[in-house]
């Protein structure tokens, strides 16, 4: 019989409807019952392409011993962290807090009043490596709860007051300057990992956020080591496993400091930050790798991630059938043999792509086998014989069992989306890239959002999910909708991004300026979100920041202006103390420093050198600048369809672009040289 996650949205709670677990889904009813029966409640966190989490699941959920122990003496409840990161978080909060680690899945067990008392993460079936079983920890707290019910309730008391006490007080820090972002610039440079690129050890993530610091700390200082560790990191990037370089897109992390083995689901959000990031460093360097690896993954995130209602899926998942044993593997997709190549492609172009792509008799992953790469020292192909090797391992590949696809759209992950495709086909001159990310806004406004522009967080099938959006969704999509604006001319996007900028202000914004993760209006957890530090995507808090920073620029509000400042007081405090972890806030922090810029770009559709200012003004590298096109604005609003183009008029009868920033502009300009010249970089 199918449990109660039978009637739920979330493909991850779908995947977990059918065990022999009588789980419940997150809801008040849940702790009434567990507070009616006298027993605890079983918190199970985790996401549907998390390995892990199907690991523990096969192991334990799906056992009937283990799930009938579980649901004598418990209530279980199963919570899709993508769809609820408010829970998630609050409860991530504690485990690291307790344990000093975290992860997924997450195992948390509560009292009926929702307070953790003891945490873990993924526990084996039998004890291992120290690890107690499984059931070993549901024992052990059973016996807690039932023999010592003073301890347990003094436990989860102490706990709550401890999270309480760790608020957040960095609305009174001033926004920071080039004093703050020069210091954030030095603590990078001494954890850089000048061989391998990146930062830190292994496992190794792609640091997107602070790559995008870097690129714009160096437009707008010229400071060489900052474009330099950028391009360095994204060609080791480029070159390692966690790239596909066959079907394009990013794996989730490396599992070395080499970037050779990855773990192999990919997320949208990554790939969208990753698209951007390439895109943002061929415009600044002119790489043909950085071009190549933004076009592969926008069409990454196009063929497998786009669903059929114009939005983007969130993940593909690591693990998947292997043709061979039929057992579920992580990797098995994607990785190869020589021999295998050899059956593909015949000997001598066999051999030849075994040498390019660095596949060995011995493997780089597991069971001999291989994860494609470009080593450096590799052999050079002829870009036609390349492209014919590729095409027929990718058909090859197409035919395998390919691995699951979570296709709930998360708003904030759409956001970032538009954001990268919106901007990688207005810089390579690919209108159908445009569209898709028009169409997906256009969903987003259609289903996420309701008549007083609250948006949800999730949908699936065109149908919207039941848990209200955060603080990230409504920064990422306010981006992705001004990067839209930007891009397309359409001043609409502007005004549904003034919309949800507007809802930060109302909804998410504390006294002192500084920014929760749930509106004020949302479901009261033992502690309210607060974390201005990014994860795997930029945090909400710094999200917003950004937002509110563009749209003011965009229509010279000085509320919005002073909000962003003010949410950027965090950035002046933890920016030179622990740059990794806040670098989209150190991002913002740059284009706040370098105005931002505001470009108004006018001119009569019908003429061919408005879409060459139009262009140029969107490659130009100035941090955070913001771009409207069209017909200019008369003094009483009429014609053009932005605040920006306001009054602005023609030059000899010819497109002209008007840079502004700080009060200041620049001479109007009909020359698209001149307009590259005033968005270039700046000097100190």
């Given at each position: 019989m199918p449990n109660r996650l039978a009637n739920e949205t979330s493909p991850y709670l779908l995947q977990h409807a059918d065990n022999p677990v009588d789980w419940w889904p997150w809801s008040p009813e849940a702790f009434a019952e567990a507070r009616e029966r006298g027993v605890p409640v079983l918190l199970s966190v985790g996401y549907s392409s998390c390995h892990w989490c199907h690991v523990l699941a096969i192991e334990s959920f799906e056992d009937e011993l283990t799930a009938a122990y579980m649901n004598e003496h418990f209530v279980n409840i199963k919570v899709d962290r993508e769809e609820r990161p408010d829970v998630d978080a609050v409860y991530m909060e504690a485990v690291q807090a307790a344990t000093g680690q975290g992860g997924w899945p997450m195992t948390v067990f509560l009292t009926a009043d929702a307070e953790p008392f003891y945490f873990g993460t993924y526990f084996p079936p039998e004890p291992r490596h120290g690890m107690p079983s499984f059931m070993q920890v549901l024992e052990g707290v059973r016996t807690a709860w039932v023999g010592r019910p003073e301890e347990v309730a003094e436990v989860a008391q102490r706990i709550v007051r401890e999270l309480a006490g760790r608020e957040l007080d960095y609305g009174k820090a001033g926004a920071?300057?080039?004093?703050?972002?020069?210091?954030?610039?030095?603590?990078?440079?001494?954890?850089?990992?000048?061989?391998?690129?990146?930062?830190?050890?292994?496992?190794?993530?792609?640091?997107?956020?602070?790559?995008?610091?870097?690129?714009?700390?160096?437009?707008?200082?010229?400071?060489?080591?900052?474009?330099?560790?950028?391009?360095?990191?994204?060609?080791?990037?480029?070159?390692?496993?966690?790239?596909?370089?066959?079907?394009?897109?990013?794996?989730?992390?490396?599992?070395?400091r080499e970037w050779v083995v990855p773990h192999f689901e990919k997320m949208l959000y990554d790939n969208a930050l990753l698209c951007r990031v390439y895109a943002h460093l061929w415009r600044a360097t002119g790489s043909d790798l950085a071009r190549r690896v933004a076009l592969e993954t926008a069409d990454f995130m196009v063929r497998e991630l786009r669903t059929d209602q114009g939005g983007f899926a969130s993940a593909l998942d690591a693990d998947s059938e292997d043709p061979v044993s039929g057992a579920h593997?992580?990797?098995?997709?994607?990785?190869?043999?020589?021999?295998?190549?050899?059956?593909?492609?015949?000997?001598?172009?066999?051999?030849?792509?075994?040498?390019?792509?660095?596949?060995?008799?011995?493997?780089?992953?597991e069971h001999g086998k291989s994860v494609l790469q470009l080593p450096q020292d590799g052999p050079v192909v002829e870009a036609g014989r390349l492209a014919g090797i590729k095409e027929r391992l990718l058909a090859e590949r197409g035919g395998r069992p390919a691995p699951g696809r979570d296709d709930k759209i998360v708003a904030a992950w759409n956001g970032l989306a538009i954001a990268a495709l919106a901007e990688c086909g207005a810089y390579f001159e690919r209108p159908d890239l445009v569209e898709r990310a028009t169409e997906a806004a256009d969903l987003l406004v259609r289903v996420h959002m309701d008549g007083k522009a609250r948006l949800a967080r999730t949908s699936r099938d065109g149908q919207v999910g039941p848990n209200a959006g955060v603080l990230e969704d409504y920064g990422d999509v306010a981006e992705?909708?001004?990067?839209?604006?930007?891009?397309?001319?359409?001043?609409?996007?502007?005004?549904?991004?003034?919309?949800?900028?507007?809802?930060?202000?109302?909804?998410?914004?504390?006294?002192?300026?500084?920014?929760?993760?749930?509106?004020h209006d949302a479901e009261r957890l033992i502690r309210r979100p607060q974390d201005p530090t990014d994860t795997a995507a930029p945090s909400g808090w710094t999200a917003a920041a950004g937002a509110l920073l563009s749209y003011a620029a965009h229509t010279g509000s000085q509320a919005h202006r002073t909000a962003a400042e003010r949410a950027l007081g965090v950035v002046h405090a933890l920016g030179p103390r622990v740059p990794r972890f806040i670098g989209h806030g150190l991002s913002v922090a740059e284009a706040l420093l370098d105005g931002p810029r505001e470009v108004a770009v006018v001119g009569h559709p019908e003429d061919p050198s408005l879409a060459e200012l139009h262009r140029t003004a969107l490659l130009g590298t100035a941090p955070g600048a913001v771009v409207a096109v069209g017909l200019p604005r008369a003094a009483d609003g009429s014609g053009g369809e932005f605040p920006l183009l306001a009054e602005r008029t023609l030059v000899r009868d010819l497109p002209t672009a008007y840079v502004c920033r700080h009060f200041v502009c620049a001479r109007p300009t009909t020359e698209a040289v001149e307009l590259a010249e005033q968005l270039g970089t700046v000097r100190p």
């Open positions: 920071p300057g080039p004093e703050e972002l020069a210091q954030a610039l030095l603590g990078l440079t001494r954890e850089y990992d000048a061989v391998r690129g990146g930062f830190g050890g292994a496992p190794k993530f792609p640091p997107s956020m602070v790559l995008e610091f870097l690129l714009r700390h160096h437009a707008r200082t010229g400071a060489e080591g900052a474009l330099q560790m950028a391009a360095d990191t994204c060609e080791a990037m480029a070159r390692g496993g966690i790239y596909d370089q066959l079907g394009g897109g990013f794996a989730r992390y490396s599992v070395d593997v992580e990797g098995a997709y994607y990785a190869w043999t020589p021999a295998q190549l050899r059956e593909v492609l015949g000997e001598d172009d066999g051999d030849l792509a075994a040498a390019y792509f660095g596949v060995t008799e011995e493997g780089t992953f992705g909708f001004l990067a839209l604006a930007s891009v397309t001319g359409e001043g609409v996007w502007l005004e549904f991004a003034g919309f949800l900028v507007d809802l930060v202000l109302d909804q998410f914004t504390a006294e002192d300026g500084s920014l929760y993760d749930t509106a």
